[in-house]
C-alpha cells in the first residue's frame, strides 16, 4: 500500500504562481512512476506531470514550460511548481503513483487560478 497526502493548492491571480507537494508513505519502494493529474469541472481527468523512478519526466502539452515536476526522494515527495497559472488550469489537482500492479491517488487538492 502506498498513501498519499497532498497539499499547496490554493486561489491565485492569472499568472501567479502555486507549488503543490504529494507526500508519499508505506511501501514507496514499489513506486514506479508518481505524478500529478487533474480534473476540471465536467470534463475528465487528465495527464499534467509524470517523473518516473529514474527520473524521466513526462508533461502534457498545455503546461510544458509553466510547470515543473520535481522529487525530494529523501522525503518521498515529489513537487509540482506550477508558474504563469492561467485560469483554464483550475481543476481539482490529484497525486497518481503507479506500481506497477497497482495504481493509487491522493485525496486531491483544489487549484483556482482567477482572471
Known amino acids: 500500500q502506498v498513501h498519499l497526502v497532498e497539499s499547496g493548492g490554493g486561489l491565485v491571480q492569472a499568472g501567479g504562481s502555486l507549488r503543490l507537494s504529494c507526500a508519499a508513505s508505506g511501501n514507496t519502494f514499489s513506486i514506479i512512476t508518481i505524478g500529478w493529474y487533474r480534473q476540471a469541472p465536467g470534463k475528465q481527468r487528465e495527464l499534467v506531470a509524470t517523473i518516473r523512478r529514474g527520473g524521466t519526466t513526462n508533461y502534457a502539452g498545455s503546461v510544458k514550460g509553466r510547470f515543473t515536476i520535481s522529487r525530494d526522494s529523501a522525503k518521498n515527495t515529489v513537487y509540482l511548481q506550477m508558474n504563469s497559472l492561467k485560469p483554464e488550469d483550475t481543476a481539482v489537482y490529484y497525486c497518481?503513483?503507479?506500481?506497477?500492479?497497482?495504481?493509487?491517488w491522493g485525496q486531491g487538492t483544489q487549484v483556482t487560478v482567477s482572471s
Open positions: 497518481n503513483v503507479d506500481s506497477g500492479s497497482r495504481e493509487y
